[in-house]
């Protein structure tokens, strides 16, 4: 929630600059250690890489020499930036482009936190010896921990959106998965509910149903929730919803699968069911589908039987 609200309510520039509380003293003092620090900037990549040698990931992400090579340019790139300290749209920018690639490489993010805070270790050691007074040290030390904060900010919220929205996106595929809408016999169509039952959910089920109801232009209409997980008077309400909608198509509902502890539950609930027409098993809400239709068992075997 906090992501979410800092990506809508600090954009611009000056937002951020703000809400991290630094000045143009602060940005000041980064340049002026800049000025120091860039022409040092590959020692501290050394120096980085040597913590960064003993972890894991390292392997993991950079085990190949060109990769690496383009890695460490990339850092050297970021870190000049940074001293340069110039936070306009373009450093905002870069600093998510930073977020997003970490996402798509699925580098963890205490790997990152943890880079940062080396950065920081380093970084500080250098101030020591190139202040001249613990003041000038500790005002520097403060203006590089904000600067290095908000960058933190803007790569850690442009990884959670790429992230939720990888998730999203997974997630609508499965649920696409989880509805499949299957019409079993001519004016029959059927759909076995698995699973947990949330009101996005609900409200996906229906839609499907309702715009293959449209398509095939059914008549009958299974909802089998043998195994959903949990029902509750949500979830049971969500039910009523879905059949009343496929009345309103001119389809009716068969809800199949409902267990002693389902109809118990819906009972102690005192939910109103109405019209709605249940079943025990599937096999039931078959035969009462293929009734509906005019057509018995018998029937289909001798359908089956002449085919």
């Given at each position: ?92 920018a870069r600093r998510r482009e930073v977020g997003e690639v970490h996402a798509r490489v699925r580098l963890p993010l205490p790997t990152y936190f943890a880079s ?57 595929a499965l649920l696409a998965m989880s509805t499949p809408v299957t019409m079993i016999w001519q004016d029959i169509l059927m759909l076995p509910i698995v699973g ?112």
């Amino acid at each position: 929630m906090v992501i979410s609200t800092t990506s809508q309510s600090y954009n611009s520039p000056e937002s951020l600059l703000h809400l991290h509380d630094l000045t143009e003293e602060d940005l000041a003092l980064i340049r002026r250690f800049g000025e120091k620090m860039v022409p040092k900037l590959d020692q501290f990549v050394q120096e980085f890489y040597l913590w960064l040698d003993k972890l894991p990931e390292y392997r993991q992400f950079f085990s190949d020499s060109k990769k690496l090579k383009s890695v460490q340019d990339s850092q050297l790139i970021y870190w000049q930036s940074f001293f340069a300290a110039n936070v306009d749209a373009n450093y905002i920018a870069r600093r998510r482009e930073v977020g997003e690639v970490h996402a798509r490489v699925r580098l963890p993010l205490p790997t990152y936190f943890a880079s940062m805070n080396t950065s920081m270790v380093i970084f500080t050691d250098y101030m020591s010896g190139e202040t001249n007074s613990s003041e000038e040290y500790s005002s520097l030390v403060k203006a590089f921990t904000k600067l290095l904060h908000l960058d933190t900010t803007l790569v850690v919220e442009s990884y959670s959106r790429l992230i939720n929205k990888r998730i999203a996106e997974q997630s609508e595929a499965l649920l696409a998965m989880s509805t499949p809408v299957t019409m079993i016999w001519q004016d029959i169509l059927m759909l076995p509910i698995v699973g947990i039952i949330d009101s996005k959910r609900a409200q996906d089920i229906m839609a499907a149903v309702l715009n293959k109801i449209a398509e095939h232009r059914a008549k009958i209409f299974i909802m089998d929730i043998s195994g959903v997980a949990v029902v509750d008077t949500a979830v049971a309400n969500h039910f009523i919803k879905i059949t009343k909608a496929t009345k309103l198509m001119g389809c009716e509902c068969l809800v199949s699968g409902v267990s002693p502890a389902i109809a118990q539950t819906m009972v102690q609930l005192g939910i109103n069911v109405g019209e709605v027409s249940t079943s025990a098993t599937l096999r039931d809400a078959l035969e009462n589908a293929f009734s509906a239709i005019g057509m018995n068992v018998d029937a289909l075997k001798e359908i089956r039987h002449r085919g």
